[in-house]
């Protein structure tokens, strides 16, 4: 069964940092896209970083870029969000997505995700 856990939310100030992880358990995170969306009240999920299969090749929301940081450590079956420069706007929950399966895809439609997890609050105060 896979299981994909989200820790590292919580509330900062604008301008800090926070460092989220999803642990993913039954399928191992090398090899296949994952990503990362998020969702603000009263708005529409969104992609905000992703890696394809390889791991090497990463995207970014134009929002995020210079700002976010998606990794993943294959010995531990964990993916990553550094983010730091946080601004109010980047203020969601974050979801940890995975696609345990090949062939091509769109990676910031949501759709071409199978595997959630439940989400972490990011709050940043003004």
């Known amino acids: 069964q896979v299981q994909l856990v989200e820790s590292g939310g919580g509330l900062v100030q604008a301008g800090g940092s926070l460092r989220l992880s999803c642990a993913a358990s039954?399928?191992?995170?090398?090899?296949?896209?994952m990503a990362w969306f998020r969702q603000a009240p009263g708005k529409e999920r969104e992609f905000v970083a992703g890696?394809?299969?390889?791991?090497?090749?990463?995207f970014y929301a134009d929002s995020v870029k210079g700002r976010f940081t998606i990794s993943r450590d294959v010995a531990k079956n964990t993916v990553y969000l550094q983010m730091n420069s946080l601004k109010p706007e980047d203020t969601a929950v974050y979801y940890c997505?995975?696609?345990?399966?090949?062939?091509?895809?769109?990676?910031?439609?949501?759709?071409?995700?199978?595997?959630w997890g439940q989400g972490t609050q990011v709050t940043v105060s003004s």
């Open positions: 997505a995975a696609r345990f399966v090949g062939g091509g895809y769109n990676y910031p439609d949501g759709g071409s995700y199978a595997y």
């Open positions: 890696f394809n299969w390889n791991g090497r090749d990463k």
């Open positions: 039954g399928r191992t995170v090398s090899n296949y896209p």
